[in-house]
Protein backbone atom coordinates (compact mmCIF):
# COMPACT_ATOMS: atom_id res chain seq x y z
CA UNK A 1 0.00 0.00 0.00
CA UNK A 2 1.59 2.96 -0.83
CA UNK A 3 -0.30 5.40 1.04
CA UNK A 4 -2.55 7.17 -1.79
CA UNK A 5 -5.95 6.78 -2.47
CA UNK A 6 -8.00 7.01 -5.53
CA UNK A 7 -11.62 6.88 -5.68
CA UNK A 8 -13.70 5.51 -7.60
CA UNK A 9 -11.95 2.17 -8.21
CA UNK A 10 -13.81 1.38 -12.07
CA UNK A 11 -15.99 3.92 -13.76
CA UNK A 12 -18.46 2.98 -16.44
CA UNK A 13 -19.94 5.58 -18.20
CA UNK A 14 -21.20 6.89 -21.84
CA UNK A 15 -19.02 9.07 -24.40
CA UNK A 16 -20.36 12.81 -24.11
CA UNK A 17 -20.47 12.40 -19.99
CA UNK A 18 -18.28 13.95 -17.83
CA UNK A 19 -16.62 12.61 -14.90
CA UNK A 20 -14.74 13.35 -11.85
CA UNK A 21 -11.73 11.45 -10.39
CA UNK A 22 -10.47 11.63 -6.94
CA UNK A 23 -6.97 11.23 -5.55
CA UNK A 24 -5.86 11.75 -1.88
CA UNK A 25 -1.81 12.04 -1.41
CA UNK A 26 0.44 10.16 1.13
CA UNK A 27 0.67 12.28 4.22
CA UNK A 28 3.02 15.16 4.27
CA UNK A 29 3.09 14.78 0.47
CA UNK A 30 2.74 18.32 -1.55
CA UNK A 31 3.02 17.24 -4.98
CA UNK A 32 0.40 15.43 -6.95
CA UNK A 33 0.37 13.76 -10.42
CA UNK A 34 -1.58 12.25 -12.92
CA UNK A 35 -1.06 10.17 -15.65
CA UNK A 36 -2.71 7.75 -17.95
CA UNK A 37 -2.77 4.26 -18.98
CA UNK A 38 -3.92 3.06 -21.59
CA UNK A 39 -3.11 0.34 -24.65
CA UNK A 40 -2.23 2.67 -27.47
CA UNK A 41 -0.61 5.42 -25.58
CA UNK A 42 1.01 3.63 -22.77
CA UNK A 43 1.52 5.11 -19.33
CA UNK A 44 1.59 9.29 -19.93
CA UNK A 45 2.11 12.34 -17.83
CA UNK A 46 -0.98 14.42 -18.08
CA UNK A 47 -0.62 17.19 -15.31
CA UNK A 48 1.26 17.85 -11.93
CA UNK A 49 0.34 20.47 -8.76
CA UNK A 50 2.26 21.53 -6.07
CA UNK A 51 0.09 22.71 -2.69
CA UNK A 52 -2.62 24.07 -4.66
CA UNK A 53 -1.08 25.52 -7.59
CA UNK A 54 -0.57 24.00 -11.42
CA UNK A 55 2.97 23.00 -11.94
CA UNK A 56 3.80 21.28 -14.71
CA UNK A 57 1.50 20.03 -17.79
CA UNK A 58 1.99 17.03 -20.38
CA UNK A 59 -0.10 15.49 -22.86
CA UNK A 60 -3.28 16.65 -21.25
CA UNK A 61 -6.08 17.28 -23.41
CA UNK A 62 -8.62 20.22 -23.28
CA UNK A 63 -11.28 18.25 -22.43
CA UNK A 64 -9.54 17.29 -19.04
CA UNK A 65 -8.44 19.82 -16.62
CA UNK A 66 -7.22 19.21 -12.54
CA UNK A 67 -6.82 20.92 -9.25
CA UNK A 68 -5.75 20.30 -5.84
CA UNK A 69 -7.54 21.87 -2.88
CA UNK A 70 -6.62 23.13 0.21
CA UNK A 71 -6.39 19.67 1.86
CA UNK A 72 -3.96 18.69 -0.88
CA UNK A 73 -6.46 16.09 -2.13
CA UNK A 74 -6.99 16.60 -6.12
CA UNK A 75 -9.69 16.13 -8.56
CA UNK A 76 -9.29 14.74 -12.45
CA UNK A 77 -12.25 16.19 -14.39
CA UNK A 78 -12.72 14.46 -17.74
CA UNK A 79 -15.66 15.76 -19.98
CA UNK A 80 -16.95 15.31 -23.29
CA UNK A 81 -15.98 11.64 -23.35
CA UNK A 82 -14.94 9.70 -25.99
CA UNK A 83 -14.48 5.79 -26.65
CA UNK A 84 -10.63 6.96 -26.80
CA UNK A 85 -10.24 7.85 -23.17
CA UNK A 86 -10.86 4.28 -21.42
CA UNK A 87 -7.98 3.96 -19.35
CA UNK A 88 -6.72 3.64 -16.38
CA UNK A 89 -6.05 6.84 -14.69
CA UNK A 90 -3.45 6.74 -11.63
CA UNK A 91 -2.48 9.62 -9.58
CA UNK A 92 0.68 9.72 -7.40
CA UNK A 93 2.38 11.54 -5.09
CA UNK A 94 5.47 12.86 -3.61
CA UNK A 95 6.89 15.29 -1.09
CA UNK A 96 8.94 17.65 -2.99
CA UNK A 97 8.27 19.89 -5.61
CA UNK A 98 11.02 19.38 -8.57
CA UNK A 99 14.43 17.68 -7.28
CA UNK A 100 14.97 18.85 -3.56
CA UNK A 101 15.03 15.92 -1.29
CA UNK A 102 13.21 12.62 -2.63
CA UNK A 103 11.44 12.57 -6.00
CA UNK A 104 10.20 9.43 -6.00
CA UNK A 105 6.49 9.42 -6.95
CA UNK A 106 4.45 6.43 -4.93
CA UNK A 107 1.40 5.91 -6.98
CA UNK A 108 -1.97 5.47 -6.11
CA UNK A 109 -3.95 2.04 -7.24
CA UNK A 110 -5.56 3.93 -9.81
CA UNK A 111 -9.42 4.39 -11.39
CA UNK A 112 -10.27 2.38 -14.49
CA UNK A 113 -13.00 4.39 -16.57
CA UNK A 114 -14.50 2.67 -19.29
CA UNK A 115 -16.47 5.02 -21.82
CA UNK A 116 -19.51 2.91 -23.51
CA UNK B 1 12.00 16.07 -24.89
CA UNK B 2 13.24 12.59 -23.64
CA UNK B 3 12.14 9.46 -24.67
CA UNK B 4 12.55 5.78 -22.94
CA UNK B 5 13.02 2.81 -24.60
CA UNK B 6 12.50 -1.09 -23.75
CA UNK B 7 12.81 -2.89 -26.45
CA UNK B 8 11.90 -6.67 -25.01
CA UNK B 9 8.40 -6.45 -24.79
CA UNK B 10 8.48 -9.74 -23.48
CA UNK B 11 11.20 -12.09 -21.09
CA UNK B 12 11.02 -15.05 -19.17
CA UNK B 13 13.12 -16.88 -16.57
CA UNK B 14 13.74 -19.79 -14.34
CA UNK B 15 12.86 -19.60 -10.88
CA UNK B 16 15.72 -19.06 -8.48
CA UNK B 17 18.09 -17.56 -11.84
CA UNK B 18 18.92 -13.95 -12.86
CA UNK B 19 17.36 -11.79 -15.66
CA UNK B 20 18.68 -8.73 -16.90
CA UNK B 21 15.77 -6.15 -18.73
CA UNK B 22 17.25 -3.42 -21.00
CA UNK B 23 15.85 0.08 -20.69
CA UNK B 24 17.49 3.43 -22.78
CA UNK B 25 16.84 6.69 -22.68
CA UNK B 26 17.72 9.96 -25.10
CA UNK B 27 17.57 13.19 -22.91
CA UNK B 28 20.34 16.87 -23.61
CA UNK B 29 19.85 17.00 -19.78
CA UNK B 30 23.02 16.22 -17.63
CA UNK B 31 21.23 16.04 -14.56
CA UNK B 32 18.12 13.71 -13.87
CA UNK B 33 16.67 10.33 -11.98
CA UNK B 34 15.83 6.91 -12.98
CA UNK B 35 13.48 4.58 -11.89
CA UNK B 36 12.15 1.12 -12.21
CA UNK B 37 8.84 0.41 -11.59
CA UNK B 38 6.84 -2.77 -11.44
CA UNK B 39 3.42 -3.44 -12.68
CA UNK B 40 1.81 -6.88 -11.10
CA UNK B 41 -1.42 -8.05 -12.51
CA UNK B 42 -3.10 -5.92 -9.85
CA UNK B 43 -1.99 -2.88 -11.63
CA UNK B 44 -0.83 -0.95 -8.74
CA UNK B 45 2.75 0.85 -9.50
CA UNK B 46 5.62 -0.25 -7.40
CA UNK B 47 8.69 1.37 -7.40
CA UNK B 48 11.54 -0.97 -7.25
CA UNK B 49 14.76 1.25 -7.26
CA UNK B 50 16.18 4.51 -8.58
CA UNK B 51 19.32 5.92 -9.65
CA UNK B 52 20.46 9.60 -9.55
CA UNK B 53 22.53 10.08 -12.61
CA UNK B 54 24.94 12.33 -10.72
CA UNK B 55 26.09 8.94 -8.51
CA UNK B 56 28.56 6.70 -10.52
CA UNK B 57 27.49 3.35 -8.29
CA UNK B 58 24.79 1.55 -9.28
CA UNK B 59 22.03 1.27 -7.30
CA UNK B 60 21.14 -2.07 -5.77
CA UNK B 61 18.00 -2.84 -3.48
CA UNK B 62 17.97 -6.59 -2.32
CA UNK B 63 17.74 -8.71 -5.51
CA UNK B 64 17.28 -5.93 -7.41
CA UNK B 65 20.62 -4.18 -9.09
CA UNK B 66 20.75 -1.64 -11.65
CA UNK B 67 23.37 -1.26 -14.07
CA UNK B 68 23.94 2.80 -15.51
CA UNK B 69 25.69 3.04 -18.07
CA UNK B 70 25.44 7.36 -18.58
CA UNK B 71 27.95 7.67 -21.56
CA UNK B 72 25.50 5.37 -23.30
CA UNK B 73 22.45 6.21 -22.10
CA UNK B 74 21.42 2.46 -20.56
CA UNK B 75 19.73 1.88 -17.26
CA UNK B 76 19.41 -2.39 -17.32
CA UNK B 77 17.28 -3.64 -14.25
CA UNK B 78 19.58 -7.65 -13.07
CA UNK B 79 16.99 -9.35 -11.06
CA UNK B 80 18.57 -12.11 -9.23
CA UNK B 81 17.33 -15.21 -7.67
CA UNK B 82 13.95 -14.64 -9.65
CA UNK B 83 10.68 -15.27 -7.12
CA UNK B 84 7.52 -16.67 -8.84
CA UNK B 85 6.15 -13.04 -7.48
CA UNK B 86 8.17 -11.43 -9.43
CA UNK B 87 6.43 -11.99 -12.56
CA UNK B 88 5.00 -8.25 -13.64
CA UNK B 89 4.86 -5.72 -16.22
CA UNK B 90 8.20 -3.50 -15.49
CA UNK B 91 8.87 0.19 -16.75
CA UNK B 92 11.81 1.95 -17.17
CA UNK B 93 10.77 5.46 -16.13
CA UNK B 94 12.83 9.25 -16.31
CA UNK B 95 12.50 12.11 -14.05
CA UNK B 96 12.99 14.93 -15.75
CA UNK B 97 15.61 17.79 -14.45
CA UNK B 98 12.62 20.05 -13.22
CA UNK B 99 11.72 16.63 -11.40
CA UNK B 100 7.48 16.98 -12.23
CA UNK B 101 7.33 14.43 -15.40
CA UNK B 102 8.08 10.85 -15.57
CA UNK B 103 8.49 9.19 -18.78
CA UNK B 104 7.74 5.96 -19.32
CA UNK B 105 9.07 3.16 -21.58
CA UNK B 106 6.37 0.98 -23.07
CA UNK B 107 6.77 -2.05 -20.40
CA UNK B 108 8.87 -5.37 -20.53
CA UNK B 109 6.49 -8.41 -19.45
CA UNK B 110 8.58 -10.76 -17.29
CA UNK B 111 6.93 -14.28 -17.01
CA UNK B 112 8.41 -16.27 -14.16
CA UNK B 113 8.65 -20.43 -14.75
CA UNK B 114 8.35 -22.59 -11.59
Known amino acids: DSGVTQTPKHLITATGQRVTLRCSPRSGDLSVYWYQQSLDQGLQFLIQYYNGEERAKGNILERFSAQQFPDLHSELNLSSLELGDSALYFC???????????????FGPGTRLTVT | AQTVTQSQPEMSVQEAETVTLSCTYD???????LFWYKQPPSRQMILVIRQEAYKQQNATENRFSVNFQKAAKSFSLKISDSQLGDAAMYFC???????????FGGGTRLMVKP
Open chain 2, 27 to 33: TSESDYY
Open chain 1, 92 to 106: ASSVAQGRTGISEQY
Open chain 2, 93 to 103: AYLNNAGNMLT
